[in-house]
């Protein structure tokens, strides 16, 4: 099975396509699976850049806009659909290629889900109020591992692991060790981590938002808007409805808009380059962009290996 991953516009869907075509080319079944949190939603087509028919080139993919907007699409609610598909295809003699930028789908999906029960709603309430300063020197008291293994900046998973260990009494670490689930002992895997140059993806983040207002992303946050959906759903929170709605509700300009959901794409791009560039292991190889030689190289790997 092959892993194309990387941030935002990273240049993904265009690398995971030419693979495809290269593996059809040698006469085997090649299915692309979306492994970004966006891309599941049927309500974002534009905003999530999710490919359209000419972009798929003639190749099969799975799981892009499968869920309704109104129903949240968790880490395990994707790992288990993409099971299935991974299953299919492989019983088909096929390759699955697995496309996306969601590194918690990709963990849930290889290493397995951990039984960390229910966090206590006031503790995750006072954890989720405390600075990303204080975080920290909590958790190197009540989690050194976890304390060392973050970075001082990383407010979001310092939270958590602050809240595991204190609503269960464990570290993260313990429940990390009991996770279940998990395919990456089950197959042979061929991942490639698209990191370009920051200042490059920048630039394509910037300039994909402002093409996306322009191809149809009003009508679709409109659309959205129409439907009364719950705010902090998911698909509400996606990366340019927020700061669109803001502009069809009179509270910004469109260059206000443009500039606010430019800024977003490129803080998410941020995070998605950091988490890849660290957390994946060490020897998923890492390229600075694709180009035909990136597709012989996995086409080497595919001709003796699903």
């Known amino acids: 099975m092959a892993l194309i991953a990387g941030p935002t516009a990273s240049g993904k869907s265009d690398c995971a396509v030419t693979l495809a075509r290269r593996i059809e080319s040698d006469g085997r079944r090649a299915v692309v699976i979306n492994a970004d949190s966006q891309q599941v939603y049927a309500d974002l087509h534009i905003l999530s850049a999710r490919p359209s028919a000419d972009e798929m080139g003639g190749i099969e993919h799975r799981l892009f806009g499968t869920w309704d907007g109104a129903k949240p699409c968790s880490a395990a609610d994707w790992a288990g659909a993409a099971k299935e598909v991974i299953e299919e295809v492989h019983s088909d003699g096929g390759v699955p290629i697995l496309c996306g930028g969601t590194g918690l789908y990709m963990r849930t999906l290889l290493d397995g889900i951990s039984p960390i029960p229910a966090i206590d709603p006031d503790i995750r309430e006072r954890v989720r109020a405390l600075t990303a300063e204080e975080l920290h020197e909590r958790l190197v008291i009540e989690d050194p591992e976890a304390a060392a293994r973050l970075g001082p900046r990383d407010s979001q998973r310092m939270a958590r692991a602050l809240e595991v260990v204190r609503s269960t009494g464990h570290p993260m670490v313990y429940w990390q060790d009991r996770q279940s689930g998990g395919i990456g002992r089950k197959i042979t895997l061929h991942p490639l981590v698209l990191l370009p140059d920051r200042d490059w993806l920048y630039a394509r983040c910037d300039l994909r938002f402002e093409r996306m207002l322009d191809g149809g992303a009003l009508s679709e946050v409109e659309r959205l808007l129409a439907r009364n959906l719950d705010p902090d759903l998911p698909v509400m929170r996606a990366i340019g409805v927020p700061e669109i709605a803001d502009f069809i509700k009179g509270e910004l300009s469109r260059a206000q808009a443009i500039e606010a959901g430019q800024t977003a794409t490129r803080q998410y791009a941020k995070r998605q380059y950091t ?31 699903g």
């Open 275 to 305: 988490w890849f560039r660290n957390q994946p292991p060490g020897s998923w190889p890492k390229v600075d962009n694709f180009n035909d030689d990136k597709a012989d190289y996995f086409v080497s790997l595919f001709q003796t290996d």
